[in-house]
Each structure stands twice: as structure tokens, then as C-alpha cells.
């Protein structure tokens, strides 16, 4: 972090990282500077944030569909690409999500010419 060279009053306060506490925010007047925010640490003891667990259960749950369904594929006793749990539905993915954001853009953009009055080629 960058100390700022300003000369207003009380900026040196404001701004020294050893007189920061979690409500410092300030614009300083004189040369407009914005003081840094100091860095928010979590206290000890204190539990992970929602997302970062869920994040983190999802992982470890697709880790573990991957890795028990390739080995229940091995003992059938495929092998390669057959591996792959369920390979058509993780191979046609690509396509669905495609098409889906299609049709989903496509109404939006739809609406968008509506209220616009854009005239479709039925109109004309």
C-alpha cells in the first residue's frame, strides 16, 4: 500500500495504518485522497463464510460422483472414456446450456423489441 503526500490536517492520522480501525473510510479534503480501508481478517474461532462451503461441498461431492461411478464403470468392466459416469448426459451439457441461454436471450430480446416498437417480419 501507498502512502498518499498530502498536507491537510489530520490526514496523517487518518491515513497511518497504525490508527485504523474498521470505520475508516475518509476522503481527505485538501488533496482528495482516498485512505485505504485496512485489511478485514476474521477473527479466530470464527466459522467459514456460507459460500466458501458450499463451494467447497460441491467440489469435494463432484469429486467423489467421478471417482465412485468410474470405479463402479471398471468393475461392469469398461474402460476409457466409458469410465465417465453417465458420458451422454456430460457430453450433450455443452449443447443444453447453449440452447438455453438461447431461448432465454431470445425472449428477453423479444420483449426489449416489444417495448421498443420494433416491428417483427409477421408485422410488416
Known amino acids: 500500500m501507498t502512502q498518499h503526500s498530502c498536507s491537510g490536517e489530520g490526514f496523517e492520522n487518518q491515513c497511518n495504518p497504525a490508527n485504523w480501525n474498521s470505520?475508516?473510510?475518509?476522503?481527505?479534503?485538501t488533496c482528495g485522497a482516498?485512505?485505504?480501508?485496512?485489511?478485514?481478517?476474521?477473527?479466530a474461532g470464527a466459522p467459514a463464510p456460507i459460500g466458501a462451503v458450499l463451494?467447497?461441498?460441491t467440489v469435494a461431492g463432484f469429486v467423489v460422483y467421478c471417482a465412485v461411478g468410474a470405479f463402479l464403470m471398471h468393475k461392469r468392466g469398461e474402460t476409457g472414456k466409458n469410465l465417465v459416469p453417465h458420458?451422454?448426459?456430460?457430453s450433450e451439457?455443452?449443447?443444453?446450456v447453449k440452447e438455453g441461454v438461447?431461448?432465454?436471450?431470445?425472449g428477453v430480446v423479444q420483449k426489449v423489441r416489444?417495448?421498443?416498437?420494433?416491428?417483427?417480419?409477421?408485422n410488416l
Do not use: H, I
Request: aromatic residues 14%.
Open 102 to 106: 438461447r431461448f432465454t436471450f431470445g
Open 23 to 29: 470505520t475508516v473510510n475518509t476522503t481527505d479534503p
Open 87 to 90: 458420458r451422454e448426459f456430460w
Open 114 to 122: 416489444e417495448v421498443k416498437g420494433f416491428q417483427s417480419y409477421e
Open 34 to 43: 482516498l485512505c485505504p480501508m485496512p485489511p478485514v481478517a476474521r477473527p
Open 93 to 96: 451439457l455443452p449443447g443444453l
Open 55 to 57: 463451494v467447497s461441498l
